[in-house]
Each structure stands twice: as structure tokens, then as C-alpha cells.
């Protein structure tokens, strides 16, 4: 006596439709990771602790910003609008123009974040400096 296996391997045009939603989820995903802006403009709020005052500073990247004892310039921001709240980004260098050594020491260097300014914070006894936006 023979035996009979009943196997089904499934229906092929189902196969070919996961396969194109698949492709397409990857497709979507790559265009949303292109929406990531960068801007040619950098605002700042920077906060003098001593006197309690806070002001806005718009720098262009790439340009160097006196502000009494800081000299401040903005490499680069960037913009990203996943979803409600985006996050930009800005590469910040900071010297304290009060040191002797103020052309080789930076008070900070690196990337500085929006939503979350305590990832990288700037420390300075008299100044604060936060991210505002990036256009």
C-alpha cells in the first residue's frame, strides 16, 4: 500500500503578495529617513545666570558669534520630522574668551539636542546655552 502525503505549499500569488508588502514597508521606511533637514540657520537662547537674562541669537552655520564672553559657532543642525514633536540637533562649539589659552581650548565641542539638553550639556559658571530650532 502506498501512502499519500497531503502537503500544501501555499498559494503563490500569496507568496508574491507578502513578498510586495514587504518590499513596499522597506521602500516607506527608506523615504521617512529622508526627511531629515538640514538647516543653514542656528537659534540659540543663551541664559546670563548672573543677571537672570535670557536672549535669542540666530547664527549661520559655519560663522563665529561674539556674545560678551563667548565666542559661539554652529558646523552644523539638522531637523527631523518623524512625528509631533521633531528633534533638531546642531553641532556647537564654544571658547571662553576670557582664558589665556582661548584659541585652543573649547568650553564645549560636540552635538547638542532639543529635547534633551542634559545628553550633552554646556557647563559654564555665568551661561547657559540651549538648542531652540534649526531652519
Not at 18 to 28: A, D, K, M, R
Not at 76 to 99: G, H, M, W
Request: hydrophobic content about 40%; glycine content about 2%.
Amino acid at each position: 500500500m502506498k501512502l499519500k502525503r497531503n502537503i500544501i505549499l501555499g498559494n503563490p500569488s500569496l507568496y508574491l503578495l507578502n513578498f510586495i508588502l514587504i518590499l513596499s514597508f522597506f521602500l516607506f521606511n527608506n523615504i521617512n529617513s529622508s526627511e531629515i533637514q538640514e538647516g543653514s540657520r542656528t537659534d540659540l537662547k543663551i541664559l546670563d545666570k548672573i543677571s537672570s537674562k535670557n536672549e535669542l541669537i540666530k547664527l549661520q552655520n559655519g560663522n563665529e558669534f561674539v556674545y560678551k564672553d563667548l565666542a559661539i559657532k554652529s558646523m552644523k543642525c539638522t531637523n527631523s520630522e518623524f512625528d509631533d514633536n521633531p528633534e533638531i540637533k546642531a553641532y556647537i562649539q564654544v571658547r571662553d574668551l576670557t582664558q589665556e589659552a582661548r584659541d585652543n581650548v573649547f568650553v564645549f565641542n560636540g552635538w547638542m539636542f532639543s529635547s534633551s539638553p542634559s545628553i550633552a550639556p554646556f557647563d559654564h559658571p555665568v551661561y547657559d546655552i540651549w538648542l531652540v530650532s534649526c531652519y
